[in-house]
Structure formats: C-alpha cells, structure tokens
C-alpha cells in the first residue's frame, strides 16, 4: 500500500526558515520521483520541488535559491528546506510520488498547512 504522510508545516514570519518533511511508504521507492506541490486559497495546485531515486532535483522558478528538496537515500522521508519564506509562499503543501517513467503524479499525501506573515 502506498503512503506519504507530510509533517513539518506551521506558522512563521516572512525571513523565516521550515522544513517539511514526507514519509513515503512504497514497495521500491528508488524507482519512483518524489515532489512537492502546493495550493495556496483560490488558486491552482502548482509544482514546488521534485527529486528522483537517483537524487536528481527540479525546482519551480519561484523556489529556487531558497528551498531545497533532499533525501539521504529513497528509504529515508523527503525534506523540504524552505528558507527566506515569503508570504506567497503561504499554501497546502502535498508530497506526491510518480514512478520514474511516469508524468503522472498518482499518489499524495493529506498535505501541510504553511502560513507566513509580513
């Protein structure tokens, strides 16, 4: 059965930092792409940060320089560093896993909530 569970999400002021966390239950977890997605009140769910199996990462223009998505080895949970928050960066954040040859994101967790204040 497959299962991410976020962790980690909060309520901060602009210039601060969080990390998020996704604990991912898959049969072969090396061979599957972890992202992040978040969707923020009245608008779409957009891609934030992804990494494969293989460690390889992908950020949305909007992240980078500030968040950075790690994992030790595909059996250990997903981070999210995200440091210098803004308050666009407010949202439900979701962890979702794809298989590698795959662009269908097909399994998510319940998502953490993110606010930050000016």
């Known amino acids: 059965q497959v299962q991410l569970v976020e962790s980690g999400g909060g309520s901060v002021q602009a210039g601060a930092s969080l990390r998020l966390s996704c604990t991912v239950s898959l049969r072969t977890p090396s061979s599957y792409v972890i992202g992040w997605f978040r969707q923020a009140p009245g608008k779409e769910r957009e891609f934030v ?6 460690r390889t990462t992908q950020y949305a223009d909007s992240v980078k320089g500030r968040f950075t998505i790690s994992r030790v080895n595909a059996r250990t ?10 308050p666009e960066d407010s949202a439900v954040y979701y962890c979702a ?9 097909g399994y998510w967790g319940q998502g953490t909530q993110v606010t930050v204040s000016a």
């Open 49 to 54: 940060a992804a990494i494969s199996g293989a």
């Open 77 to 86: 949970p997903v981070y999210l560093q995200m440091n210098n928050l803004k």
């Open 97 to 105: 896993a794809r298989p590698s040859g795959s662009s269908d994101f």
